[in-house]
């Protein structure tokens, strides 16, 4: 009966708080939950010897499996991806290479886009009918299927079995990756890794400034500027929006306070001191920044924004591939997004129009001259295995066998980033924290030297390759566009001196949070949304942060305090 009223709770819970509405997680270079009571969260599993290539051999990680084996999959997918011929999200050139060298056959339980992937897991959790392996995208949903036993424990197998190169990549986060999915001393899932410099800057169509005479924005006063010039001179035609906002659908209709993803407005949030969904340090302890007061004025200036009609009007009723396609019928010159932004949506607005022109900027720059940002979740997603599963060691089979052939591209003919990742069967992403300023430095050692020699990874060779052919014939071919553009110009901004960071105090999940936090996030985006909208006064925000600790905010801001405090 125990188990059965948790996965009713784990289904409830999932159709709550749906997915991601932002972009995908950033292009793959490579292909703490603390309740102090019941101590469910510990450190993460203590490191042994990583699997070298001479013990690879011994440990049999690179042996097919002696009979053919199924694994059924549940795929995150984007419909958009443009497939070489004959190929497909479930049946490509990954595929076949990793199933002819272990002797598996792959197969899709379910497919799924973003907006609906959660509701598909739950449907999975409530018929009791898990794929082997698949995504988890929260950490309540992560919690509550190790809570239920429905995922293999992976602490043995990592220990074991992990090579020096994905050792290397979780060990860059100094142990705050791996403490994010480990529950009773023990590993419930491998991490995907949200590396650093994937916060939001401004993207803009520099050439409709230039059609209007217009110098690219820095302050708050030229951002508006700009939109309002983009609403009245119509550049993009009759309908033309200023600048794009979404509702996340995975934080309770947030419209600001997510990471790694377009459309957001943090920027402006933060602009104004203002930090939405982060816990900050105060003299008084750890707060949601969501509460604080500086949340009003920068509510007084979006509300003022959206009702001088410079940010979409249909917003609020708007998915991720909706607002996408303002920007890429050209209907829109501006938004907010992260420095990999070309790969997608842009890419395809370039492929639609050669002459647009996209660029990014840190704007609004604050009177000192800073952009004000906060640093990221280190967690991105998680891959898991379930419990049913004979052969969770599958996935450290596939990654020795990658690391073991570093230079391999199955892709190389293709310069759409987005194929790579879709082409996995388990996508996540693996990285150094700092891999955004490893590659940008290795990138422009060899562009402002000519000198490619020094590139170690072929990613960045694909990016210079791109780069070179992008500046014989600019914007020839979006691919290589989005590539270089993102590479080049995205990337120089990702860790600009000019950036201030705001560290979030605490990432985890806290005994109170299982039960109360989805409610909370609800309260909290419909109204900041209403607020937006208009359909309420900046004033009723006062109200909101009341109603937002007596339904259960004041226990978890406690418990917040108390784990940092045993920290």
Same mark, same amino acid.
């Given at each position: 009966?125990?188990? %059965?009223?948790?996965?009713?709770?784990?289904?409830?819970?999932?159709?709550?708080?749906?997915?991601?509405?932002?972009?995908?997680?950033?292009?793959?270079?490579?292909?703490?939950?603390?309740?102090?009571?019941?101590?469910?969260?510990?450190?993460?599993?203590?490191?042994?010897?990583?699997?070298?290539?001479?013990?690879?051999?011994?440990?049999?990680?690179?042996?097919?499996?002696?009979?053919?084996?199924?694994?059924?999959?549940?795929?995150? +997918?984007?419909?958009?991806?443009?497939?070489?011929?004959?190929?497909?999200?479930?049946?490509?050139?990954?595929?076949?290479?990793?199933?002819?060298?272990?002797?598996?056959?792959?197969?899709?339980?379910?497919?799924?886009?973003?907006?609906?992937?959660?509701?598909? %897991?739950?449907?999975?959790?409530?018929?009791?009918?898990?794929?082997?392996?698949?995504?988890?995208?929260?950490?309540?949903?992560?919690?509550?299927?190790?809570?239920?036993?429905?995922?293999?424990?992976?602490?043995?197998?990592?220990?074991?079995?992990?090579?020096?190169?994905?050792?290397?990549?979780?060990?860059?986060?100094?142990?705050?990756?791996?403490?994010?999915?480990?529950?009773?001393?023990?590993?419930?899932?491998?991490?995907?890794?949200?590396?650093?410099?994937?916060?939001?800057?401004?993207?803009?169509?520099?050439?409709?400034?230039? $059609?209007?005479?217009?110098?690219?924005? $820095?302050?708050?006063?030229?951002?508006?500027? %700009?939109?309002?010039?983009?609403?009245?001179?119509?550049?993009?035609?009759?309908?033309? +929006?200023?600048?794009?906002?979404?509702?996340?659908?995975?934080?309770?209709?947030? +419209?600001?306070?997510?990471?790694?993803?377009?459309?957001?407005?943090?920027?402006?949030?933060? !602009?104004?001191?203002?930090?939405?969904?982060?816990?900050?340090?105060?003299?008084?302890?750890?707060? #949601?920044?969501?509460?604080?007061?500086?949340?009003?004025?920068?509510?007084?200036?979006?509300?003022?924004?959206? *009702?001088?009609?410079?940010?979409?009007?249909?917003?609020?009723?708007?998915?991720?591939?909706?607002?996408?396609?303002?920007?890429?019928?050209?209907?829109?010159?501006?938004?907010?997004?992260?420095?990999?932004?070309?790969?997608?949506?842009?890419?395809?607005?370039?492929?639609?129009?050669?002459? *647009?022109?996209?660029?990014?900027?840190?704007?609004?720059? &604050?009177?000192?001259?800073?952009?004000?940002?906060?640093?990221?979740?280190?967690?991105?997603?998680?891959?898991?295995?379930?419990?049913?599963?004979?052969?969770?060691?599958?996935?450290?089979?596939?990654?020795?066998?990658?690391?073991?052939?570093?230079?391999?591209?199955?892709?190389?003919?293709?310069?759409?980033?987005?194929?790579?990742?879709?082409?996995?069967?388990?996508?996540?992403?693996?990285?150094?924290?700092?891999? %955004?300023? +490893?590659? #940008?430095?290795?990138?422009? #050692?060899?562009?402002?030297?000519?000198?490619?020699?020094?590139?170690?990874?072929?990613?960045?060779?694909?990016?210079?390759?791109? !780069?070179?052919?992008?500046?014989?014939?600019? =914007?020839?071919?979006?691919?290589?566009?989005?590539?270089? &553009?993102? =590479?080049?110009?995205?990337?120089?901004?990702?860790?600009?001196?000019?950036?201030?960071?705001?560290?979030?105090?605490?990432?985890?999940?806290?005994?109170?949070?299982?039960? $109360?936090?989805?409610?909370?996030?609800?309260?909290?985006?419909? &109204?900041?949304?209403?607020?937006?909208?208009?359909?309420?006064?900046?004033?009723?925000?006062?109200?909101?942060?009341?109603?937002? !600790?007596?339904?259960?905010?004041?226990?978890?801001?406690?418990?917040?305090?108390?784990?940092?405090?045993?920290?």
């Amino acid at each position: 009966m125990k188990r %059965v009223l948790v996965l009713l709770v784990l289904v409830l819970v999932l159709l709550a708080t749906g997915c991601s509405a932002g972009g995908p997680s950033s292009p793959p270079d490579d292909a703490t939950d603390e309740p102090a009571s019941d101590q469910t969260t510990a450190s993460a599993p203590s490191p042994s010897a990583a699997a070298t290539p001479g013990q690879e051999a011994e440990l049999g990680l690179m042996d097919p499996y002696p009979e053919t084996v199924t694994v059924t999959v549940g795929r995150l +997918i984007n419909i958009n991806t443009p497939w070489p011929e004959g190929e497909s999200a479930g049946d490509n050139r990954i595929y076949d290479y990793y199933q002819d060298a272990f002797n598996v056959k792959f197969e899709h339980k379910w497919e799924a886009t973003s907006d609906v992937y959660a509701e598909k %897991v739950a449907l999975s959790i409530a018929s009791n009918d898990l794929p082997d392996y698949f995504i988890v995208r929260n950490r309540i949903t992560l919690k509550q299927l190790a809570d239920a036993k429905m995922i293999h424990p992976m602490t043995d197998l990592y220990n074991q079995l992990a090579t020096e190169r994905v050792r290397s990549y979780y060990d860059s986060f100094h142990g705050r990756l791996l403490e994010q999915v480990t529950y009773y001393d023990e590993l419930y899932a491998l991490p995907g890794c949200q590396i650093g410099g994937q916060q939001s800057m401004l993207w803009v169509r520099q050439d409709w400034l230039e $059609k209007l005479g217009l110098a690219m924005p $820095k302050t708050l006063e030229d951002v508006t500027s %700009v939109a309002r010039a983009f609403v009245d001179k119509k550049p993009g035609g009759e309908g033309t +929006i200023g600048l794009t906002a979404i509702c996340n659908t995975n934080a309770g209709g947030a +419209i600001a306070g997510t990471y790694n993803s377009h459309h957001d407005l943090s920027p402006l949030f933060n !602009y104004f001191g203002a930090y939405p969904r982060i816990w900050m340090e105060t003299q008084e302890g750890a707060v #949601y920044g969501s509460t604080l007061p500086e949340m009003k004025e920068a509510l007084t200036f979006i509300s003022g924004l959206y *009702a001088d009609g410079l940010i979409d009007h249909d917003f609020a009723i708007r998915k991720s591939d909706d607002v996408n396609a303002l920007l890429v019928s050209g209907k829109c010159g501006m938004f907010f997004g992260p420095w990999w932004a070309p790969y997608s949506p842009l890419a395809d607005s370039v492929a639609r129009d050669s002459s *647009a022109v996209w660029l990014p900027v840190l704007a609004p720059l &604050t009177d000192e001259g800073k952009f004000m940002s906060f640093s990221q979740d280190p967690l991105n997603n998680a891959l898991v295995v379930s419990a049913g599963f004979d052969h969770p060691d599958l996935w450290f089979k596939m990654r020795a066998l990658y690391d073991s052939e570093p230079d391999l591209d199955l892709y190389a003919d293709q310069t759409n980033h987005d194929i790579r990742g879709q082409a996995h069967p388990f996508s996540i992403q693996l990285d150094w924290e700092n891999a %955004v300023q +490893i590659f #940008y430095d290795e990138l422009m #050692y060899a562009v402002n030297t000519g000198d490619d020699t020094k590139l170690s990874q072929p990613s960045y060779r694909t990016a210079y390759e791109a !780069y070179l052919r992008n500046k014989e014939n600019p =914007r020839a071919d979006s691919g290589d566009w989005a590539e270089s &553009t993102a =590479r080049i110009e995205g990337q120089e901004l990702a860790y600009s001196d000019m950036i201030d960071w705001k560290s979030n105090a605490f990432y985890g999940q806290t005994e109170s949070m299982q039960l $109360k936090w989805t409610a909370l996030e609800k309260l909290e985006g419909e &109204t900041i949304l209403r607020i937006v909208l208009g359909d309420e006064p900046v004033d009723s925000f006062d109200a909101f942060v009341t109603k937002w !600790y007596e339904l259960g905010g004041d226990r978890i801001t406690q418990e917040v305090r108390d784990y940092i405090g045993a920290q």
